[in-house]
Every structure is written in structure tokens, then in C-alpha cells.
């Protein structure tokens, strides 16, 4: 099967190149900007329509024309993978961005042929420790001292800016063969509301109740905030009352999604979870809150966005399944389908086939991994 992988690397650019480093931040980000408030007055326009706008607005801002054009395109690809998340209820309303804000830029790997011989837009040369990429040639490169060669179709290549230091990330396809050793380092994960994660080794991370005091102190403070006078002094002190508790919440979140992560990818080399999907928000039963749903939902992405992240950091493979994978309804044991789906608050799993009864989501979580493997095999 193919499998995702990123190599990232610390970056040297010399002084041209880092201009045009920056410059390319912002052309992106004027091109991603200038898109998104075409989109906000037309909702219906199409990745295809707003690609169709370069050319024109190249003409009219010949600067765009300086930097890779790739990395333009992608800028569109961003925004409306942004419009896709917002519409399935997962992501926010995209943003403008803005200046100086996690500066990036992505270019796709393209090759063409002349006369014969076939040149390839991006390319890392382990030996020289250079990496060449469109517009920018050659920039020195450090890491992965032990690799001679990438494994690996390149697909694209990120780079970025984090403080002063320039990175790129290199991601890969790679074809690769399971093998039997590697599936006992498999595990799957279901992800909840009762249960932050659950393994399919049986490990179970709750929801800590820090998390739901943030959350009232929240819900007090905005019935607080609906009684004041909007604009007045006392509003704006509230409403930074809001903000600061939101922030730590965040922090605290971040903090323990990355243990439960680091726990995870520590003893393990396929991590598989679900796909996030429209179930599991609508499982909440305090389903009129809309608070906590917010909550829920912020919570799971970081598991995923840190999962991801941690699993190309660490050179481990991450597979989602299928949103489809009805990985609560089907017995772990048998395969038997329930056709019925059960309450959320119905812990246990009991399989009218073959009688197996087992916990709700470390049912789901075997089931993760099974169908994970199964994708992951083919
Ligand atoms: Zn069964």
C-alpha cells in the first residue's frame, strides 16, 4: 500500500533567497486573501473559478509573476480544503490571514520533459545536502545525516518560517509492505466524548474534569457578558475575562492531547483513527449547548491535527478510515452488523450473532485497527 511521509528539514537560504522566501509568503497569502473575500461575496464560486482567476490577476500584479507559481495555486487548493471543513461542520469560517502569522508556502512537484530529457521541479540531493526548488535553485539543507537518499515519490514540498529559521518539509509516497511484526505495533483509536481516546490495547484516556470547569467558568462569564452594555467598559473587561479563560483552556487542552499522543506514537508505528465525522458531534447529548459541542469538536481536531503532525515527525504511519466505517455498530468479534445504532449512553456493545458484550468504544477502537489494517494492506 501507499503511504504519506514527510522528511522535514532545517533550511539555509542565502540572503536573495530568503526575499524571495518572503516574498512568496506574501504573494500566497495576497492570492489566498484575494480569493477568500471573492468567495465571502459568492459562495458558489468553484476551486476552478478561482483558479481561473491567476492568470488575469498575474496581468494586473505582475509581481505574483516573480514567484513559483505552484505554491499560488496551492494557495487556492488551502482555502477551499478550508471551505470543505467549514461546510462539514468541522473547521471554522476561513480567515484572512494575516502578516507575519505562520508564514508558509507549499509548491507541488512537477516534471516535464525537453528534448528528451525529463527535469523535475523539486529535487534533494542528500549527498551535496542541497534542496532545489522552483524559483529559489539550490538551498543548503540539514538533517537526516544518516539517509543517502529519500525513499519515496515526491509529491511536495512546504516551507516555512518559525522565528528566524526556515524549514521545509518534504513529503513522500511510498509504497511499502506490511509486514506480520508490524501489525502487532498497530494500534487503533476511538475517539469520544466519555472517553477522550480509547486504544485497541484496552488503554483508556478519559476527559479530565479541568476541562469542564474552564468550560462553565466560560458559559458563567457569557451569561455575564449578554447582561452588559455592548461597547460599554464593563463588556470589553468581561469579554477579556472570556478570552483569557478560553486561552487557557486551549493550553490545557494542547498539553494533554499531546501526552495521550506522545504515550500513543511512543510504542507504536501505525497509528489508526477515524475520520471525524458528523456522528460523533451529534453523539453529545447536551446537544442544545452549543459551547460544548464547540468544546467537543475543537478537541477532537487537536487529537487529530497532533496525531498527524507527531506521526510525520516521527517517520510513523498515520491511516484514517473511512467516516463511513460504522466502527460502533459492528461486532469486533464476528463482524456481525447491528443495524440498530445505540444510544450514546449505552456503554456496552452486545453482538446478537455471537453474543459478545465489551465495552462500546474499545469495540470501536478493534475495529479501527482491523479495517485500518485492511487498507493499509492493500
Ligand atoms: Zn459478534
Given at each position: 500500500?501507499?503511504?504519506?511521509?514527510?522528511?522535514?528539514?532545517?533550511?539555509?537560504?542565502?540572503?536573495?533567497?530568503?526575499?524571495?522566501?518572503?516574498?512568496?509568503?506574501?504573494?500566497?497569502?495576497?492570492?489566498?486573501?484575494?480569493?477568500?473575500?471573492?468567495?465571502?461575496?459568492?459562495?458558489?464560486?468553484?476551486?476552478?473559478?478561482?483558479?481561473?482567476?491567476?492568470?488575469?490577476?498575474?496581468?494586473?500584479?505582475?509581481?505574483?509573476?516573480?514567484?513559483?507559481?505552484?505554491?499560488?495555486?496551492?494557495?487556492?487548493?488551502?482555502?477551499?480544503?478550508?471551505?470543505?471543513?467549514?461546510?462539514?461542520?468541522?473547521?471554522?469560517?476561513?480567515?484572512?490571514?494575516?502578516?507575519?502569522?505562520?508564514?508558509?508556502?507549499r509548491t507541488s512537484f512537477v516534471t516535464s520533459s525537453y528534448k528528451g530529457i525529463v527535469y523535475e521541479n523539486i529535487k534533494?540531493?542528500?549527498?551535496?545536502?542541497?534542496?532545489?526548488?522552483?524559483?529559489?535553485?539550490?538551498?543548503?539543507?540539514?538533517?537526516?545525516?544518516?539517509?543517502?537518499?529519500?525513499?519515496?515519490?515526491?509529491?511536495?514540498?512546504?516551507?516555512?518560517?518559525?522565528?528566524?529559521?526556515?524549514?521545509?518539509?518534504?513529503?513522500?509516497?511510498?509504497?511499502?509492505?506490511?509486514?506480520?511484526?508490524?501489525?502487532?505495533?498497530?494500534?487503533?483509536?476511538?475517539?469520544?466524548?466519555?472517553?477522550?481516546?480509547?486504544?485497541?490495547?484496552?488503554?483508556?484516556?478519559?476527559?479530565?474534569?479541568?476541562?469542564?470547569?474552564?468550560?462553565?467558568?466560560?458559559?458563567?462569564?457569557?451569561?455575564?457578558?449578554?447582561?452588559?452594555?455592548?461597547?460599554?467598559?464593563?463588556?470589553?473587561?468581561?469579554?477579556?475575562?472570556?478570552?483569557?479563560?478560553?486561552?487557557?483552556?486551549?493550553?490545557?487542552r494542547k498539553k494533554l492531547v499531546e501526552k495521550i499522543v506522545s504515550n500513543i506514537t511512543k510504542s507504536h508505528d501505525i497509528?489508526?483513527?477515524?475520520?471525524?465525522?458528523?456522528?460523533?458531534?451529534?453523539?453529545?447529548?447536551?446537544?442544545?449547548?452549543?459551547?460544548?459541542?464547540?468544546?467537543?469538536?475543537?478537541?477532537?481536531?487537536?487529537?487529530?491535527?497532533?496525531?498527524?503532525?507527531?506521526?510525520?515527525?516521527?517517520?510513523?504511519?498515520?491511516?484514517?478510515?473511512?467516516?463511513?466505517?460504522?466502527?460502533?455498530?459492528?461486532?469486533?468479534r464476528c463482524g456481525n452488523k447491528e443495524s440498530v445504532m445505540k444510544d450514546i449512553r449505552v456503554r456496552e456493545y452486545k453482538?446478537?450473532?455471537?453474543?459478545?458484550?465489551?465495552?462500546?468504544?474499545?469495540?470501536?477502537?478493534?475495529?479501527?485497527?482491523?479495517?485500518?489494517?485492511?487498507?493499509?494492506?492493500?
Open positions: 500500500m501507499k503511504i504519506h511521509k514527510a522528511y522535514k528539514f532545517r533550511l539555509y537560504p542565502t540572503k536573495t533567497q530568503e526575499t524571495l522566501i518572503h516574498k512568496t509568503f506574501g504573494c500566497t497569502r495576497f492570492v489566498y486573501n484575494y480569493c477568500l473575500d471573492l468567495k465571502r461575496n459568492n459562495k458558489h464560486l468553484t476551486k476552478f473559478d478561482l483558479m481561473k482567476e491567476l492568470p488575469r490577476l498575474k496581468k494586473e500584479y505582475p509581481f505574483l509573476r516573480e514567484v513559483d507559481s505552484c505554491s499560488l495555486q496551492n494557495a487556492i487548493t488551502d482555502l477551499m480544503a478550508g471551505f470543505g471543513l467549514f461546510e462539514k461542520g468541522i473547521g471554522s469560517y476561513p480567515r484572512f490571514k494575516k502578516k507575519g502569522e505562520k508564514e508558509s508556502f534533494v540531493d542528500l549527498t551535496k545536502r542541497v534542496i532545489e526548488l522552483p524559483k529559489l535553485k539550490e538551498i543548503k539543507i540539514r538533517g537526516y545525516r544518516n539517509l543517502d537518499k529519500l525513499s519515496g515519490r515526491i509529491l511536495n514540498a512546504t516551507i516555512r518560517e518559525v522565528g528566524t529559521k526556515f524549514y521545509v518539509s518534504v513529503c513522500v509516497e511510498e509504497e511499502i509492505e506490511i509486514q506480520e511484526s508490524s501489525g502487532s505495533k498497530a494500534v487503533g483509536i476511538d475517539i469520544g466524548v466519555k472517553n477522550l481516546v480509547v486504544t485497541s490495547n484496552h488503554e483508556y484516556y478519559g476527559n479530565p474534569k479541568y476541562l469542564d470547569k474552564y468550560e462553565k467558568k466560560i458559559q458563567r462569564l457569557q451569561q455575564e457578558l449578554s447582561r452588559k452594555i455592548k461597547g460599554s467598559k464593563n463588556y470589553i473587561k468581561c469579554k477579556k475575562k472570556i478570552e483569557e479563560v478560553y486561552r487557557k483552556l486551549k493550553n490545557a497509528i489508526i483513527a477515524e475520520n471525524l465525522k458528523v456522528k460523533k458531534m451529534l453523539e453529545n447529548k447536551n446537544n442544545h449547548k452549543h459551547l460544548r459541542k464547540k468544546i467537543i469538536n475543537a478537541t477532537f481536531s487537536e487529537i487529530i491535527r497532533i496525531l498527524r503532525y507527531k506521526c510525520q515527525w516521527l517517520n510513523k504511519t498515520f491511516i484514517q478510515v473511512s467516516p463511513y466505517y460504522a466502527s460502533s455498530q459492528i461486532c469486533s453482538c446478537s450473532k455471537c453474543g459478545l458484550e465489551i465495552e462500546r468504544d474499545y469495540n470501536a477502537s478493534i475495529n479501527i485497527l482491523n479495517e485500518g489494517l485492511k487498507c493499509y494492506n492493500n
